[in-house]
């Protein structure tokens, strides 16, 4: 491993901006709930995505152009595969009935948890991953070095892509998110009221404190994100399996950016009804490089370079071929109470 991706810079770096983000955030910018205006989450969405290229400039200076390339690849993977979990939260969001000046909270904390389990997941995967290489071995005339977890994560990729590509979208629509296993949770350690009280997780009824149905939004929108983590972190452990900085800091520089683009593309999901197919393509060309790596290794400005072609290309395709509104149009009472 690098070590120079560990210089102190590049820690102090990310521990500074993320750490006065948030606390601008919640304390500054967000103290009072409110409904996000699309020009707030445009500015926001401008934002993030300047501090995550600032960012990768940094990495750049520390440790070079690969480095940099592997910072840029795993933070645009996690970008585009974010997009498929926006529209989950858009239907937790309405099952729920959520008040639209509550949303960002639900995604603020909701985000605090990522920022924890996507630290326990990356820095042990590349833990596994260093526990399971396999002995070498020929292979097509050439000595080879496989990582079981690696080859189980890129198969797992492929069958991922294939069937996102061709998957149903009704029975997303159609689930029943109480019997989630964050609502679950929520419902076996507190009784829950059956109001909001604003943005309050607890509230007092009869004298006694009950949970709010907000506290059990977060608990699905939190088991949502474990979920969605099982496809995004295989996905980046392709870019660098032996390199946690690289994808941690990538990772949450992605998944902060998140809750501004909900509130962007909220209203607009309909015009990308074809990023769900670049979606899988990214998704199948991760998990192929996983598998052929130990023969053949795909360079990083590679990556970078099939990963954000088939995300614009995908991108344009939708909007050129955006159905109508009135197509996309649902009842108000798609959404159980």
């Known amino acids: 491993m690098d070590n120079m991706i560990y210089h102190p810079g590049l820690i102090i770096s990310f521990a500074i901006i993320v750490t006065v983000m948030l606390l601008l955030d919640l304390g500054v910018f967000n103290r009072k709930s409110h409904a996000v205006s699309s020009k707030e989450a445009a500015i926001w969405s401008i934002v993030w995505i300047s501090l995550s290229m600032a960012f990768s400039g940094v990495i750049y200076y520390f440790a070079g152009f690969e480095k940099f390339t592997q910072f840029q690849s795993a933070y645009w993977i996690e970008k585009a595969l974010s997009v498929d979990n926006l529209f989950v939260f858009i239907l937790v969001f309405g099952f729920f009935k959520v008040p639209k000046e509550l949303h960002h909270k639900v995604l603020f904390w909701g985000i605090i948890g990522a920022l924890i389990f996507r630290a326990i997941f990356?820095?042990?995967?590349?833990?596994?991953?260093?526990?399971?290489?396999?002995?070498?071995?020929?292979?097509?005339?050439?000595?080879?070095?496989?990582?079981?977890?690696?080859?189980?994560?890129?198969?797992?990729?492929?069958?991922?892509?294939?069937?996102?590509?061709?998957?149903?979208?009704?029975?997303?629509?159609?689930?029943?998110?109480?019997?989630?296993?964050?609502?679950?949770?929520?419902?076996?350690?507190?009784?829950?009221?059956?109001?909001?009280?604003?943005?309050?997780?607890?509230?007092?009824?009869?004298?006694?404190?009950?949970?709010?149905?907000?506290?059990?939004?977060?608990?699905?929108?939190?088991?949502?994100?474990?979920?969605?983590?099982?496809?995004?972190?295989?996905?980046?452990?392709?870019?660098?399996?032996?390199?946690?900085?690289?994808?941690?800091?990538?990772?949450?520089?992605?998944?902060?950016?998140?809750?501004?683009?909900?509130?962007?593309?909220?209203?607009?999901?309909?015009?990308?009804?074809?990023?769900?197919?670049?979606?899988?393509?990214?998704?199948?060309?991760?998990?192929?490089?996983?598998?052929?790596?130990?023969?053949?290794?795909?360079?990083?400005?590679a990556s970078l370079s099939v990963v954000g072609g088939v995300l614009i290309l995908s991108v344009i395709v939708s909007i050129l071929f955006a159905p109508k509104k009135d197509e996309e149009a649902k009842p108000e009472n798609t959404f159980k109470s």
């Open 122 to 301: 990356i820095f042990s995967g590349v833990g596994l991953i260093n526990l399971t290489y396999l002995p070498e071995m020929e292979l097509f005339g050439k000595i080879v070095k496989i990582n079981a977890v690696l080859l189980a994560f890129g198969i797992f990729l492929i069958y991922a892509g294939i069937k996102s590509g061709f998957g149903n979208d009704d029975d997303e629509e159609n689930k029943d998110f109480t019997k989630s296993a964050g609502a679950r949770l929520v419902y076996r350690f507190f009784k829950v009221s059956k109001d909001f009280d604003g943005d309050k997780f607890f509230t007092i009824e009869n004298g006694i404190k009950l949970a709010t149905p907000l506290l059990v939004v977060v608990g699905v929108i939190e088991f949502t994100d474990l979920l969605f983590a099982v496809d995004s972190i295989p996905a980046i452990f392709a870019i660098a399996p032996d390199d946690p900085l690289i994808l941690y800091t990538s990772n949450i520089f992605a998944i902060l950016g998140l809750r501004a683009l909900y509130f962007l593309l909220a209203n607009f999901i309909h015009m990308f009804s074809y990023l769900k197919y670049g979606l899988a393509i990214i998704l199948t060309f991760i998990g192929i490089k996983m598998v052929i790596t130990p023969i053949f290794h795909i360079s990083s400005p």
